[in-house]
């Protein structure tokens, strides 16, 4: 089982849609959680944090389910710009090291 | 421009040469990460470094892998003996200890090895 899993899509989705993406992970030792952002043959870049508490950033909402070890992201009001590639990391537990999962692909269209 | 570096940007080699990339992190950031990543996939954790020590490769990383980080602040990713399997876009990525899930990636080194 990976580490942290991910529906690698691709989601299609008009301009203007709320669309939500979930990703689960295995070690319930993983400390913090992030959203990144890639897009096509770019780097990644970090989105945004997950809060146990739940968080929002503008048109994006990101929610950890401890319990149920997934998390979330929601975006609103969807943009052409928002369409990229978006993983999902767990970071800690016994490694230091950042896992990746393998990203969900947005596709906005007009 | 203060952002992580890498180089080369491009590399093509013949399967068994051997190769070795650059990262040059943010200069205040002690830690420095290195992954792969293939098409259609995640980055791929291989290494990373705080200041000059080691502290965690994976298990994917073959002998033929090494990484160094001799002073705490470059580092280089040496592959010995190139596969075709090691065709891949290698990451460099660092950060502060304070703030370790905030990574930033360099552009990244391509590899393709014929």
């Known amino acids: 089982r990976k580490e942290v899993e991910q529906d690698p899509g691709p989601f299609n989705v008009p301009e203007g849609a709320t669309v939500a993406f979930n990703c689960t992970y295995s070690n319930s030792a993983s400390q913090s959680f992030f959203w990144y952002r890639q897009d096509c043959r770019k780097e990644p870049k970090l989105l945004m944090s997950v809060y146990s508490s739940g968080n929002e950033d503008g048109r994006f909402t990101a929610q950890l389910n401890r319990a149920s070890q997934y998390i979330s992201l929601l975006i609103r009001d969807s943009k052409l710009s928002d369409s990229a590639t978006y993983l999902c990391?767990?970071?800690?537990?016994?490694?230091?090291?950042?896992?990746f999962g393998k990203g969900t692909k947005l596709s906005v269209k007009p | 421009d203060t952002g992580v570096s890498q180089d080369p940007r491009h590399k093509i080699t013949k399967r068994g040469q051997n190769v070795t990339f650059r990262c040059d992190p943010i200069?205040?950031?002690?830690?420095l990460y290195w992954y792969r990543q293939t098409l259609g996939q995640g980055p791929e954790f291989l290494t990373y470094f705080q200041n000059e020590a080691q502290l965690e490769k994976s298990r994917l990383l073959s002998d033929r892998f090494s990484a160094e980080r001799p002073k705490g602040s470059f580092s280089t990713l040496e592959i010995q003996r190139t596969e075709q399997g090691d065709s891949a876009m290698y990451l460099c990525?660092?950060?502060?200890?304070?703030?370790?899930?905030?990574?930033?990636f360099g552009e990244g080194s391509r590899l393709t090895v014929l």
């Open positions: 990391v767990a970071y800690g537990g016994s490694q230091g090291n950042l896992i």
């Open positions: 200069s205040e950031h002690n830690r």
């Open positions: 990525a660092s950060s502060l200890v304070s703030k370790a899930g905030e990574l930033f």
